[in-house]
């Protein structure tokens, strides 16, 4: 740091305090508030306790997480059903219609996520356009009830994260060196077995990012259960806000916060191990 | 290379226009209240004769409005509308400012039997705007109305994931405690605890909760059978007369929402003004034609349209009222109440 | 097998624009619920720059996504830069707060932000929202910059040092320029993040600052509107030209 000019300390300052302040700060202090009291009025009282980490382990709220999850799993095992084909039959396209496919992807992705809810409400309505289509061609006589439904709610959070599992897929499947595929094909290998002897290990780090950025962002997005499940069930986004704005009950609501940042880091460290162990191996990261 | 170079002051540009634009210095009154309850009609004139321009943001449940309301220390909002038992709370809590009567002259338009009540005696924080009750909605296309007579038929298995329910813990513990024959303000612990046991066993029959614009589902078809606000179910009646707002045998739930000033208002004289111009007859009368519910503004009821004025959905006969129960403030208890509506919520 | 994947894509698409579609076509449909065709208009468009509300609000949301944009840009910029070529101490525990940032579900980062806020005391508005907006953006930012710089020659800036230029002359006339494209492509990925945020802004807006996501959702909340769809189909277009735009810029940056 000694030899460092003005402007490399300018950099660092800048970039160092706001981390700070709004980063590192901000964290500390929602870990800290979860140790705190509650209290019936106030936002907390300021002594130390752990009655907020003990009323986790109520049954209610470990329902609720696992529903969340059970969510969120879902939907990234969809997202990766469906999108993986996506991002492999786009890496081997050529050139030009390569960049058609990708721009037609995003312009999805850019459009506003609750505009994007409201459409597959308008599709999935009583009077939407799926049973206006059923009835009208005969299939059924009766429209059926497919929004306010789980799997509506399912249908709603692939539908705004299938870009974030097809780009980071797509990202790892470009930089495949298919002369390995070929390599195989050549010694006689079958389909299957290439894709599970050859492909499947090159792209598992593509696998897992998507796999992540689906998974955890998913756990969040509770309005979008509210606006296409009828908002019955609580998921553990509802819960936080619930806990923390209605209840105002600030130290309970930290302490969930906590926890799902916790289970957010463990995924986040497999995902570094399952990268580094491949590397070690000259998987072709 | 030339193009990218203008693009940065021309952003720069639009940047301080709009923001100059924003900064526009007029006398203002920040109003927060519930979606779907002053029209627009009545703020442009209030600006048109005041000069004083209404910024207005909704909310849809108490909760939401006192949680707000408890975060802003400063520079808060004006004007709230909160119902009669969180007015008594926030009275409690020392959230709003007592009102200065002198500048509220239109009071004496207001129907006596419904002031000073115990929720906010004299009424030195609060002035009611409007009152009325949640009962059940039918769609009779799809169901007897005859059949949903009391809030017990919601809990008939046929109605299995079908029911609207209002997104309000005080309402839908109303339906139980009711039909228990307890008070809807009842602080009793053990009432309590009965009457989410029996809300326990209505929750298969869910289909979603709502208090946004609970006529929505009705109107489009999500839903034919549930709980709904009267004027609802009056503004939902105007696109589809099959919805039919029924009072139930138990005692339908009544509630009043008031005018309060909150402790952070900056605009406290604009906040007067615009209370005081609310309880104008014409401009309840306004609000009565467009919303469905019944207003506390004594001389607006001459000035109504005659349809709205017999409309037993909006101005209910005695005995439906003596039957009810109005909200009021179940003080400590109100946590009690909001334990098991978050355990309903989580599906437990 | 090519048959094979023309249907597997068409399928995908189909998916992904059809209910877009919709809400476009409904944008112009006389018929309130679209439920059938029932005439061509722009009565909702007119209908939707009436609604004051709205359009307050999405002045208000497009003046934060454009300053937010703006300063995560510079700031992830210079994050990126820093990162990539300095050592200090503590970088490891930066880069695990950026991955936080970045990885962290919208409803913790808004509590967090709620509780800093309130806790130093600075009011709820404006100046709460942008800070907000500026946090969150800024592992995107710097991201983005990053896989650039790494593609940079390294030596470039060797030759430059070599030939007497100072730290800060490098970033100007070197560094700055050849980032451009990525300076362009953070900046449109912040604005789009920004206008998207429904979590954040509903905990740390205040209320002389309502936004637009709120706005829509409120209206969204309720049903079919075609207010919202007319605002939508708006929104659409715009993403259309986002998009396009940042594929130009990314040609040009491939030109160089």
């Known amino acids: 740091m000694k030899n460092w000019s003005k402007s490399q300390t300018a950099i660092v300052a800048l970039v160092g305090s706001w981390l700070i302040i709004f980063g590192i700060i901000p964290i500390v202090l929602l870990v800290i508030t979860s140790f705190l009291g509650q209290h019936p009025i106030d936002f907390f009282t300021p002594t130390f306790s752990f009655e907020s980490y003990r009323e986790l382990f109520n049954r209610a709220y470990v329902d609720v997480l696992l529903r969340s999850m059970k969510f969120a799993a879902v939907t990234t095992l969809l997202c990766l059903l469906l999108g993986y084909p996506f991002a492999w039959l786009t890496g081997r396209l050529p050139g030009k219609y390569r960049n058609l496919v990708l721009i037609l992807l995003m312009v999805p992705f850019w459009t506003n996520s609750l505009i994007r809810t409201y459409a597959i409400r308008m599709v999935l309505g009583k009077k939407g356009f799926i049973n206006l289509f059923l009835l009208h061609t005969g299939i059924i006589d009766a429209p059926i009830r497919l929004l306010y439904t789980d799997w509506a709610v399912v249908v709603g959070l692939f539908y705004l994260m299938l870009p974030f599992m097809i780009l980071p897929l797509y990202a790892n499947i470009e930089k495949l060196d298919y002369r390995l595929v070929e390599a195989a094909r050549d010694l006689g290998a079958n389909f299957f077995y290439c894709f599970k002897r050859v492909v499947l290990p090159l792209t598992l780090p593509g696998i897992y990012a998507g796999c992540i950025m689906v998974f955890v962002p998913t756990m969040g997005l509770f309005y979008v259960a509210d606006l296409l499940g009828g908002a019955r069930q609580l998921l553990i986004g509802n819960l936080i806000k619930q806990h923390f704005l209605n209840a105002h009950n600030w130290p309970l609501g930290s302490a969930e916060s906590v926890v799902l940042i916790l289970i957010m880091a463990v995924m986040l460290a497999f995902y570094g191990f399952i990268v580094q162990r491949l590397s070690g191996k000259g998987g072709g990261v | 290379m030339k193009k990218r170079s203008i693009l940065i002051p021309l952003i720069l540009m639009l940047c301080w226009s709009l923001v100059a634009v924003t900064a526009g210095a007029a006398e203002k009154v920040y109003v927060y209240n519930w979606t779907e309850y002053i029209p627009e009609k009545v703020l442009a004139q209030f600006t048109e004769e005041t000069g004083i321009e209404v910024v207005y943001s909704t909310y849809d449940s108490n909760e939401t409005m006192y949680a707000k309301l408890k975060l802003i220390k400063k520079d808060g909002y004006d004007v709230a509308v909160p119902s009669a038992y969180y007015v008594s709370k926030m009275r409690r809590e020392e959230m709003l400012l007592p009102l200065d009567k002198t500048l509220l002259p239109n009071i004496d338009s207001l129907d006596a039997s419904m002031l000073d009540k115990n929720y906010d005696p004299a009424n030195n924080y609060s002035i009611p705007y409007m009152w009325g009750s949640t009962g059940i909605g039918v769609n009779s296309d799809y169901v007897d109305p005859e059949s949903v007579t009391s809030w017990q038929d919601l809990w008939d298995p ?31 612990p053990q009432e309590i605890k009965e009457a989410y046991l029996m809300l326990k066993e209505l ?146 | 097998m090519k048959y094979l994947k023309i249907v597997y894509f068409t399928g995908i698409f189909v998916y992904l624009y059809v209910p877009i579609a919709i809400v476009v076509a409904n944008a112009f449909n006389i018929d309130r619920y679209g439920l059938s065709w029932e005439g061509f208009t722009v009565q909702w468009f007119g209908m939707m720059i009436n609604n004051a509300g709205l359009m307050e609000a999405t002045r208000h ?54 509780v800093l806020f309130v806790m130093i005391g600075i009011s709820l508005g404006f100046w709460s929202l942008l800070l907000a907006h500026i946090t969150f953006c800024l592992p995107f930012t710097m991201v983005t910059v990053q896989a650039r710089l790494n593609g940079m020659d390294p030596y470039l800036l060797d030759a430059a040092r070599d030939l007497g230029a100072s730290g800060f002359q490098i970033l100007a006339k070197i560094i700055f320029p050849l980032l451009k494209p990525a300076l362009f492509s953070s900046w449109l990925l912040s604005f789009t993040l920004s206008l998207d945020d429904v979590i954040v802004s509903s905990f740390v807006t205040g209320p002389a600052y309502d936004v637009l996501p709120l706005k829509i959702f409120s209206l969204v909340k309720v049903g079919v509107n075609p207010e919202v769809n007319a605002l939508a189909t708006l929104m659409i277009v715009l993403s259309l030209v986002i998009v396009l735009i940042s594929q130009l810029l990314i040609k040009e940056g491939e030109n160089k």
């Open chain 2, 158 to 188: 046929r109605f299995k994931a079908s029911l609207l329910l209002q997104d309000d813990m005080r309402e839908v513990f109303h339906m139980a405690l009711k039909r228990k024959g307890y008070s809807s303000n009842t602080k009793d």
């Open chain 3, 61 to 114: 949301s497009l003046v934060i996504a454009v300053l937010a944009a703006s300063a995560a840009t510079f700031i992830g910029a210079l994050a990126a830069i820093g990162f990539s070529r300095y050592r200090f101490p503590g970088k490891r525990v930066f880069q695990g707060t950026l991955m936080t940032l970045m990885m962290a579900p919208d409803i913790i980062l808004a509590i967090a932000f709620l």
């Open chain 2, 203 to 348: 929750m298969p029959n869910v289909l979603l909760f709502n208090s946004d614009s609970p006529r929505v589902p009705y109107l489009s078809g999500e839903v034919d059978v549930g709980m709904i606000w009267n004027g609802e179910a009056w503004m939902a009646r105007q696109e589809n007369d099959a919805i039919r707002y029924i009072y139930p045998k138990e005692g339908v739930n009544l509630w009043v929402d008031s005018f309060v000033i909150p402790k952070a208002a900056r605009n406290v004289d604009n906040a007067h003004s615009f209370i005081n111009f609310m309880l104008r007859p014409e401009v309840a009368k306004m609000c009565v034609e467009e919303y469905g519910y019944a207003t506390p503004v004594r001389e607006a009821l001459p000035l109504l349209d005659e349809k709205v004025r017999n409309s037993r959905i909006i101005f209910p006969e005695k005995e439906v009222i003596e039957k009810g129960e109005f909200q009021n403030d179940v003080g400590e208890a109100l946590p009690i109440y909001q334990g098991y509506w978050e355990k309903l919520r989580s599906g437990m």
